[in-house]
């Protein structure tokens, strides 16, 4: 441990810093050259930096990762030849901040001469499951930003470090693509499937990354050989207790040749593996290099020793030298260019994962559900507080904001966002997000004032009912408040809002002054037996109509005497219902011009004995049902029809249809807490047809694009079914749909949060929406909140119709709109206060027009003085709808309310490359082996997108 602490105290106090280097040699110009007459053998040391995960992210810097930043940037410095990976941005940042600025200085001169060398640089290494890609954008941009403004254009990453997530999406080899990356390297795959890979020498691959944007989203991806440790016996870290390569011929405990023969045979048995005369070696694992000179001296020996004791492999001599992954990518290529060589080329993804026969890792795509919903609350609240900074000029360092910037970063963590961290380090992250939401609601709450007064000298007190899901809201018990109503899409929308309240007759006024219609109904079950705060009864709902594109409307609120008179239908005429009065299951619907028989219920699997917070093994494929009769009660009201079911005391569900939207059915359930005293239990939702689907379902990646999954089959390898179950679940981030080729029709079940799901018959579709597990090896979910299990309150989207769609859109198109509208549903903020004498502007838009239905602004946020990050996405697939699936043109002249756009610089994803500085490699028979096509944005600001397509723009501005 004193290497450790001797290197920290080296770096801290400046000791060991040298001038900056005038001119930089970073990126390919640093990588060393590899020899095509030899077998190069690329060693890499790394580590693999968890931002949470058995500690808190603060316990594992200050525990670990300080000590491996500091004593690495001596160890680099003592020797040119060495390297070393960075990638976890937010300890990158921490670290940073407690440097001297010779200890900084000599960071910049190491990343510039291409030693200390970015990868990946998000926020955090995310998950791939569970997250929506808007997140994944996010905190890359975050990550690369906060590199760039600190050591320059040399710590640009090439390369996406992906190494710990439990199974790979499509979407994320596709945003990397999009990134400017040229590779992507991870470690988990099915073990099947990584042993055919590396029997037919396909490890090193080329995987295309989108069914619609073709080689704009091709990259080279590598599958590491040994996880991504060190190979057996040569880890040379204080946390391990492999032997030191001992070269003194004199020692007793002399093993030099010894130890280079036994590493030369790991490397031909790797070599045997790869298509190429090049492999990487990991050197590193979680948490290594905290003692890095103990590391590096070891490395050097191990190095030289391939000089003093030459090996080969199938004739060529082995050359062992320092390396990085983008130099490993860039000796591949070089490779796959001087002998034509096409590598294999994968469209598909790399879910779900198994890491041992029968043992599946899909049951965190459900893991920590409530965890789940509040990162997708946080997102809407931050890309809210984005636009409305955007809007009235607040700088991008704005404290708040990157306060939930920051969080939203480190939850999307592949041991955050999954729920497959300890407990107490689920109740720091909440920690995070819960301060990061808190301070951003601070950041907001002038520029509402503002806004909404007209002057600078009021503060309204908004505040956000983070609790309004179990009917808590403090400013909402009062007789008369306030609610601002915030709509985060670039199209008008008409959105539902439901806010808890103690009485039934209320006067709601909107901004024009007229009266609003509502509905008031009793909560579903009575909250107050779940948390111990002063819960509201009831529940008042209206439809906020006609929001304008990123504004707001305001509704004022007071209690009236006078009742309500309810309507009296289930559903309305495009779209309804029909419940068993026996059973009291749903059995039919009708949408879209489409009756079909369909039923729902909840059922659970009770859990096996390899259940846990990553594992899903059930006890037995059949689930059990809750209950064989529901009780069921019917809603009527102005503003919506419904159900109400009971299954049991802890599973309630409302299933509703709101008047003023036929595009789908809302089935709003509670679930917990459950009793685990007789077993783990796994819930799932099941919906079930008739259709004749084939084995054949739909699931989305990462909220984007749809991929096709057949039951009880992989594409890439032959398929073992010890979990018919569990083997065939998948992540559903926003969509899981069956299709019947031969009826034209389709049923989709679209979700509020990350959860797994399946058709494991033909017609269904099940989503699991909750679970309890009690393990020994502290990785169960058994949580507790007010001294009991979790309750979740949910919601599903059921959609139904013909594929054709309703005459307008196609039910794909028709899919993705509710998607959008209930990702980025609108944001609520609530006072009060008295405030009727200031009300002026009772609604805002930053849009002077609405965008088209297939495009999305996806980010607007200060980013520079006068320059503003926008994103423009086209929605659909190019399959999705004929009309909607085609090229469309934006124009950005005049759009914007608060300020005017002069000029466009187009960038890479995360707006930290100019689009002309960009040159990726090109690759020998894939589409990438020519230049990708760009259109150029002229002065006239028209900006064109094709299906899929996103384009990122640094836009100058000047404030109206």
């Not at 770096?11 to 990126?27: F, I, M, N, Q």
């Amino acid at each position: 441990m004193w290497v450790a602490t001797l290197c920290f105290f080296l770096v801290a106090s400046g000791v060991l810093s040298k001038p900056v280097d005038d001119e930089p040699t970073c990126g390919y110009d640093a990588c060393p050259l590899s020899d095509p007459a030899t077998l190069n053998v690329h060693v890499v040391p790394h580590s693999h930096d968890d931002v949470g995960w058995l500690k808190t992210f603060d316990q594992y810097y200050f525990q670990d990762v300080q000590n491996v930043i500091s004593s690495v940037i001596v160890a680099l410095k003592l020797n040119p030849e060495r390297r070393f990976v960075q990638v976890e941005t937010a300890f990158f940042k921490k670290w940073w901040d407690q440097q001297k600025d010779s200890v900084r200085q000599d960071v910049i001169n190491l990343v510039n001469n291409g030693q200390f060398e970015i990868i990946n640089g998000a926020w955090s290494m995310n998950d791939e499951a569970a997250v929506n890609y808007q997140y994944t954008i996010d905190q890359y941009t975050l990550g690369l930003r906060y590199l760039e403004d600190r050591l320059g254009k040399c710590s640009r990453p090439r390369v996406g470090w992906q190494i710990d997530p439990f199974g790979h999406s499509r979407e994320q080899a596709s945003i990397s693509a999009q990134l400017g990356f040229d590779s992507l390297y991870f470690a988990r795959l099915d073990y099947r499937d990584k042993i055919n890979r590396l029997s037919k020498k396909s490890g090193d691959l080329l995987w295309r990354g989108s069914s619609s944007l073709g080689n704009a989203a091709d990259i080279f991806t590598s599958v590491l050989y040994n996880h991504y440790s060190a190979p057996p016996g040569f880890c040379f870290d204080i946390v391990c207790d492999d032997d030191p390569i001992i070269d003194d011929p004199e020692s007793p405990d002399y093993n030099y040749q010894n130890r280079v023969e036994t590493f030369a045979n790991f490397v031909r048995e790797q070599a045997s593996k790869y298509p190429t005369n090049n492999i990487i070696v990991v050197m590193g694992d979680d948490f290594r290099y905290q003692a890095a000179l103990n590391s590096y001296i070891n490395t050097d020996r191990l190095i030289a020793g391939f000089d003093l004791f030459p090996q080969t492999f199938q004739g060529k001599t082995i050359k062992v030298f320092y390396s990085t992954p983008s130099c490993y990518a860039k000796a591949v290529n070089d490779y796959a260019i001087t002998n034509d060589y096409n590598l294999e080329i994968k469209t598909d993804d790399f879910f779900p994962y198994a890491d041992g026969v029968g043992n599946l890792v899909v049951g965190y795509f459900t893991s920590r559900p409530a965890s789940k919903r509040f990162v997708r609350d946080g997102n809407i609240l931050l890309q809210t507080a984005k636009q409305l900074a955007a809007a009235v000029n607040v700088p991008y360092d704005n404290v708040e904001i990157n306060s939930l910037k920051e969080a939203m970063g480190v939850l999307q963590h592949h041991d955050a966002i999954t729920g497959t961290e300890l407990i107490d380090v689920t109740h720091d992250y909440h920690r995070l997000l819960h301060k990061g939401i808190s301070d951003t609601s601070d950041a907001v709450d002038p520029i509402l004032s503002n806004l909404i007064t007209g002057s600078g000298d009021n503060d309204l007190q908004f505040k956000s009912c983070l609790l309004a899901n179990v009917s808590y809201c403090p400013e909402t018990k009062s007789d008369q408040f306030t609610l601002v109503v915030y709509n985060p899409l670039s199209r008008v929308v008409s959105s539902p809002i439901s806010v808890p309240v103690d009485t039934e007759t209320w006067s709601i006024v909107d901004p024009e002054g007229q009266e609003v219609i509502y509905q008031v109904e009793p909560t579903v079950i009575d909250f107050s037996e779940i948390i111990p705060e002063a819960v509201s009864p009831f529940f008042l709902e209206f439809v906020a109509t006609d929001l304008p594109p990123f504004g707001y409307k305001v509704y004022t609120f007071a209690k009236t005497e006078s009742a309500k008179i309810k309507s009296v239908t289930v559903g309305n005429e495009d779209t309804s219902f029909e419940v068993d009065e026996t059973t009291g299951l749903l059995t039919s619907v009708t949408m879209n011009g489409v009756t079909l028989d369909i039923s729902q219920d909840f059922l659970y699997y009770t859990s096996g004995g390899g259940s846990q917070a990553y594992v899903f093994t059930p006890a037995s494929n059949d689930p059990q049902t809750i209950a064989s009769t529901v009780t069921t009660s019917v809603v009527e009201g102005d503003i919506y029809s419904a159900v109400v079911q009971e299954f049991s005391d802890w599973a309630h569900q409302t299933i509703k249809v709101y008047k003023h939207d036929s595009s789908h059915i809302e089935f709003d359930y509670i679930i917990g807490p459950l009793d685990i005293n007789d077993g783990g239990k796994e819930v799932i939702s099941r919906f079930t047809t008739s259709l004749n689907t084939e084995g054949a379902f739909y699931t989305d990646s990462n909220g984007r694009e749809t991929l096709k999954r057949v039951r009880n089959y992989r594409p890439d390898y032959e398929y073992t079914d010890e979990q018919p179950v569990s083997g065939n679940y998948y992540p559903i981030t926003s969509k899981l749909a069956i299709k019947d080729e031969d009826s034209g029709l389709e049923v989709a079940v679209l979700n509020d949060r990350s959860q797994g799901g399946s058709s494991i018959e033909d017609g269904q579709l099940e989503l699991m929406v909750h679970r309890a597990i009690s393990t020994s090896d502290a990785f169960g979910l058994d949580e507790q909140e007010y001294d009991h299990g979790i309750v979740i309150r949910g919601k599903h989207y059921l959609v139904v119709g013909p594929s054709s769609g309703n005459g307008e859109k196609s039910l794909a198109a028709i899919e993705r709109d509710v998607v959008q509208r209930k990702f980025l549903q609108p944001w609520v903020f609530v006072t009060n206060q008295d405030v009727s004498d200031q009300l002026v502007n009772l609604q805002f838009s930053n849009l002077k027009t609405s965008l088209p239905d297939n495009v999305q602004l996806l980010t607007l946020e200060p980013w520079k003085d006068n320059t503003i990050l926008l994103r423009l996405e086209h929605v659909l697939e190019k399959d999705d709808d004929p009309n909607l699936s085609v090229d469309v043109t934006v124009d950005l002249s005049d759009l914007f309310v608060a300020f005017t756009i002069s000029e466009l610089a187009e960038t890479t994803l995360a707006g930290n490359i100019p689009i002309d500085e960009y040159e990726p490699l090109h690759w020998p028979g894939s589409t990438n082996d020519t230049p990708k096509v760009r259109r150029d944005v002229g002065a006239d600001l028209q900006v064109t997108l094709s299906p899929m397509q996103i384009r990122t723009f640094l836009a100058t501005v000047t404030y109206n």
